[in-house]
Structures are given as structure tokens and as C-alpha cells.
């Protein structure tokens, strides 16, 4: 399976992003796709998941209401919506994908390769 995000940018705070995840290989139905993010001398932290079959998702409380999670299942991708960004939002922004939906980043086996988020104030 390989993973590749994009998306990502320099915004000011208040803005939007989407950032998106095509996959390609072996993308099996009940397996569950994750974003998690990464700030300089963080560790990384748990943002969104999905079910591939989008019936289940999951959000990080410091996201909730802001961010949004989707999957076309069409296209082999996912989705995360930004909105009303914040600087503590700024990290490297990884996809994933593991055996189900989680917020652990250990029960993901399959990642991309990172995509800049910075949002100044």
C-alpha cells in the first residue's frame, strides 16, 4: 500500500485546508484510514480516523467542530477538511492506513509521507 498526502500549506489563522490521501495496492474495504500530526519535538498525536466504508469516524477533541474527516471511496482517497485554523494547529500531517478505525497510532501499519501545515497568527 502506498500513501500519498498533499494539501498542505502556509495559511493565516481563521483559514481553511483540505488535505488529501490517495492510496494505491491492496486497499481493502474494512480497513480504517487515520490523520495524525507531528509538531516540532511532539510527539505524534492522533487527529481524525475513518472507516473505509466512511460509516464510522472519529475525531482528536482538540479538532472537534473544526476539522472533518471523508473518504471517496471511488478514488481510493481521504479527506480532512481544516476550518477555523489555529498556530497550535501547525504540525506535518500524516496519512494512514490500519486494520481499523483508531486512535492509536500504533495500530496503523501503512503511512504517507507527511504534508506541511503552518498557520501563523
Known amino acids: 500500500v502506498q500513501l500519498q498526502a498533499s494539501g498542505g500549506g502556509l495559511v493565516q489563522a481563521g483559514a481553511s485546508l483540505r488535505l488529501s490521501c490517495a492510496a494505491s495496492?491492496?486497499?481493502?474495504?474494512?480497513?480504517?484510514m487515520g490523520w495524525f500530526r507531528q509538531a516540532p519535538g511532539k510527539v505524534r498525536e492522533f487527529v481524525a480516523a475513518?472507516?473505509?466504508?466512511?460509516?464510522?469516524?472519529m475525531y482528536a477533541d482538540s479538532v472537534k467542530g473544526r476539522f472533518m474527516i471523508s473518504s471517496d471511496n471511488a478514488k481510493n482517497t481521504v479527506f480532512l477538511q481544516m476550518n477555523s485554523l489555529k498556530p497550535e494547529d501547525t504540525a506535518i500531517y500524516y496519512c494512514?492506513?490500519?486494520?481499523?478505525?483508531?486512535?492509536?497510532?500504533?495500530?496503523?501499519?501503512?503511512w504517507g509521507q507527511g504534508t506541511q501545515v503552518t498557520v501563523s497568527s
Open positions: 494512514a492506513q490500519g486494520d481499523s478505525t483508531s486512535d492509536s497510532r500504533y495500530e496503523y501499519d501503512y
Open positions: 495496492g491492496r486497499t481493502f474495504s474494512s480497513r480504517g
Open positions: 475513518i472507516s473505509w466504508s466512511g460509516g464510522s469516524t
